[in-house]
């Protein structure tokens, strides 16, 4: 799959973990090498080929000398592979290595259209390489020498000069610790991508927004931010946050799903169960305008609205539906919110039956007769069949899809949920979005302040809709 520059940057700073452990253990196992490595010294030496001719008196026999030389200096070089260089050299050091030992630490060459001869040598002692290296340079000097001297001439018309005997390098050319670091910063950094896009590729979690439009078809209704530490979870109280605004376009979009049609009692659920926070913050969002709301935890298995809002969820929705009690005197009005809690109640042994039952549609078209929106907070759809029964008889279903938790396995699973029972899907929401850091970092109103922040803004009041 092709990916632009942008994603690449936004795939490492969300696998941000791989890629720099991918590092660290590249520099880490460049300094390793490095440190364990023997450290070797070399040591160089040079020497001058000159063509001797004492009958050479012009310019023109001089140049066609040094020409000659040039040509021959490939040869010379190969010549410094012969045992009639290294094995002299191996007698006259005593080194104790055989030609071939001594062949891999010399390395001979010869500058393009030069008559230099350089004799490179490594060796772990810096002496020894610059003895090994002024002794090859001498050793092959005798061997041209001798090759270049014509027959029945006692002297060679090829002379070699050391110009620059070896020395005794005072650093180590190896192991290059700097090198070897940039080598492993880069080899980590290589692969750490190429483990970040592996595992990108193979993670079936749902990512982005443009994930969730492709599985279904079409754009969340909106998204929520991940809850800060210690913040209150009734986060649309303070409608100046960048939070109360979200919750204010999911609302917006709820309305307009369909102009024609108008929107009055849903349920939320999700995948896994992570829905209550939403519907509770869409019941205060509601609310806030001057709405009558009204937010039933049917949850009957493990009651969470009722927690959000901190109501007591012993007596509510499930003793109504077996007759132990009237509607009325389980409905807890919080004023400070604006918003009517229907709680869960007891935990009954059949909760979906309870729930698809006659007196179940009674308390629906109860509350849809009393309250402007009705929100029913339901289990995950993935686990229970309660949001099925719910959505049946109501507006439709919003579902919750939490960011990094969700996989799109998960998401196609309750698509056809909702297919096949022809339910009436109103959209999802993208919840636990990261936070940008330039986001606004207003806390929490307090105590007092909730009481003022849960009136109606003027900015934000709407007609609410007529029964």
Same mark, same amino acid.
């Given at each position: ?8 940057? %936004? ?5 941000? =973990? $791989? ?79 055989? @030609? ?11 500058? !393009? ?12 002692? +810096?002496?020894?390489?610059? #003895? $090994? ?10 061997? $041209? ?8 001439? &006692? &002297? ?60 279904? /078809?079409?754009? @969340? ?5 991940? @809850? ?11 409608? *100046? ?6 919750? *204010? ?21 999700? +995948?896994?169960?992570? /829905? ?16 009558? %709301?009204?937010?039933?935890? !049917?949850?009957?298995?493990?009651? !969470? !609205?009722?927690?959000?809002? #901190? %109501? ?37 042994? #059949? ?23 009705? $929100?029913? #907070?339901?289990? +995950? ?54 936070? =940008?850091?330039?986001?606004?970092? =207003?806390? =929490? @109103? ?5 009481? *003022? ?15």
């Amino acid at each position: 799959m092709d990916m632009s520059f942008l994603e690449y940057v %936004v795939l490492l700073q969300k696998r941000w =973990r $791989i890629w720099l452990s991918a590092i660290l253990i590249g520099l880490l196992a460049a300094l390793a090498l490095s440190v364990v490595s023997e450290k070797q010294y070399t040591a160089v030496s040079t020497s001058f080929v000159t063509v001797a001719d004492e009958d050479a008196a012009g310019s023109g026999e001089i140049f066609q000398g040094s020409q000659f030389a040039v040509q021959r200096m490939a040869s010379y070089v190969a010549l410094s592979s012969s045992p009639f260089v290294l094995e002299p050299v191996i007698e006259e050091l005593n080194l104790g290595v055989s @030609p071939r030992g001594l062949r891999q630490m010399v390395d001979v060459s010869s500058p !393009a259209g030069t008559v230099m001869l350089d004799v490179s040598v490594q060796h772990s002692d +810096p002496a020894r390489a610059a #003895d $090994i290296a002024n002794e090859m340079s001498r050793q092959l000097g005798i061997l $041209i020498e001798e090759l270049e001297t014509p027959r029945g001439l &006692a &002297a060679s018309s090829v002379k070699v000069t050391m110009t620059m005997p070896a020395v005794a390098p005072v650093e180590p050319s190896s192991p290059r610790i700097v090198l070897n670091l940039l080598l492993g910063l880069a080899g980590g950094a290589a692969v750490g991508l190429v483990l970040a896009l592996l595992r990108h590729h193979h993670d079936r979690r749902v990512k982005s927004v443009g994930d969730i439009e492709e599985l279904t /078809g079409t754009v @969340p209704l909106g998204s929520t931010l991940v @809850p800060r530490a210690g913040s209150d979870r009734l986060v649309a109280l303070d409608y *100046r946050s960048v939070e109360a605004e979200r919750y *204010r376009t999911i609302k917006t979009a709820l309305k307009l799903a369909d102009p024609d049609r108008e929107l009055r009692h849903f349920v939320v659920s999700s +995948p896994t169960g992570d /829905g209550a926070d939403v519907a509770a913050n869409l019941a205060v969002s509601w609310a806030l305008t001057g709405a009558s %709301v009204c937010l039933v935890d !049917a949850r009957l298995r493990r009651p !969470a !609205a009722s927690v959000v809002f #901190d %109501v007591d969820s012993t007596v509510g929705l499930s003793d109504v539906l077996v007759g132990d009690v009237e509607l009325d005197t389980v409905l807890t009005e919080r004023e400070d919110w604006s918003v009517t809690v229907l709680p869960a109640g007891y935990l009954p042994l #059949d909760p979906v039956e309870l729930l698809g039952s006659e007196a179940m549609a009674r308390v629906i078209d109860e509350l849809r007769s009393r309250f402007d929106i009705v $929100i029913y #907070d339901s289990g +995950p759809l993935l686990e229970v069949s309660d949001a099925v029964v719910l959505a049946r008889g109501l507006d439709g279903l919003v579902l919750v899809v939490r960011a990094g938790k969700v996989t799109s396995d998960e998401l196609e699973a309750c698509l056809g949920i909702v297919r096949q029972n022809r339910l009436r899907l109103l959209g999802t929401v993208w919840s636990g979005v990261r936070r =940008r850091r330039r986001a606004a970092r =207003r806390s =929490r @109103p307090v105590d007092g302040e909730l009481r *003022r922040a849960a009136q109606p803004d003027p900015r934000d009041v709407e007609l609410s809709p007529t029964t």
